[in-house]
DNA sequence: GACGCTTGTCAACAGGCGTTGACAAAGCCA
DNA sequence: TGGCTTTGTCAACGCCTGTTGACAAGCGTC
């Protein structure tokens, strides 16, 4: 989407732009690998703009984490039906929801020293708390550090399978069911 | 252990120490944060030596990685008490299971691009193929990419929580008590 | 004892990184 | 039109990284 000759000069546009792009670079790749002037080729801008527009990489990178809003977006819908829907969308669409973005930048990143620290507090702000909060009953806690794990993990194992777990179709379906149930039995309990 | 005086002349020796450190090392930090000084620094020689004995970065990388062994020490043992010995181990000596060292070095670098590959192929050969084979019964595949992610979820969810979930110890019993007959069910189907 | 191979150290290189300050140009206001 | 602020570019800095080649010292062998 990169344009010829000199870019327009509004400022709230290219702050807003730089973010996306930190979003997107920062959910596909980890925060040591995504370099400055990576993201500002992607918007067309020079790297020392981002800096003054953001100060810090660190702050970008907290910034872009948190414009991916918190976890309550998971939770919006029929209670009874959370599993079927979230593992449907953890099996066959990943990139759709939002708050999986959010959940990418996290497992990209939770390796790396400079962010990880970062990466913990977003977590337990806006997925844990909310999630258990959320959950209500008996062992709230423990049932939603499960279900988060389970849900991170099978994020994990999909991206170890190249995208799609390294399975058949028909495959991915019956794990979907078998997904859908045990997190359904997290939530009644 | 670092010793006054010049090191003694040990090739073998050496190479195992060498190896010994990388394996700690990236057990700990990611792939990006961990550098040849650092390794060569716990093992009191120069980055140079460890160049000369593994070649480059990534060899050296692979090898720590390899060297942890499969994880088929996960699967030894009394079948029918597989989900309370694993979610033992996953709640409460994350450090003590040589293969879930291993675990944490794939999952530590997972993010970086330098090593995600090196890591998928090990984790195909070393976790996802051995435990499918060991499983047997209907969907073996499906049971094992569920399994393995949920161990590698709970493990990142630990992570987290600054190595301890975040949770009271009785909290954590009737966590793992939970998940032990979670593991197990997928175990038995 | 002198040679030669092995083992380890040291200094340096090329390349990449985030960040900074000076500079250019656009737009606004009087 | 002239000045001033905003927006963006450019070149450079200091730092850190993996890797290399030259050099020093230990050790076995003739």
Known sequence: ???????????????????DAARERFAAESYDDVGMRDIARDVGVDAALISRYFGSKDDLFLAALESCGDGSALMQGDKAEF???????????????DQLKGMSIMLRSIGSNRASEMVQTTCSAQ??????????????????RLLAGFIMGMSISRELGGGSFDLEPAECERMR?????????????
Chains 1, 2 share one sequence.
């Open 127 to 144: 997925f844990f708390g909310p999630l258990q909060d959320w959950l209500g009953g008996p062992d709230a806690t423990v049932r939603a």
């Open 177 to 189: 069911d078998r997904l859908a149930v045990i997190l359904q039995a997290l939530i009644d309990n």
């Open 1 to 19: 989407m990169l344009c010829p000759g000199p870019r327009p000069r509004n400022a709230a546009a290219t702050r807003t732009a730089i973010l």
């Open 83 to 97: 599993g079927k829907r979230v593992a449907h969308e953890v099996v066959f669409e990943p990139k759709k929801a």
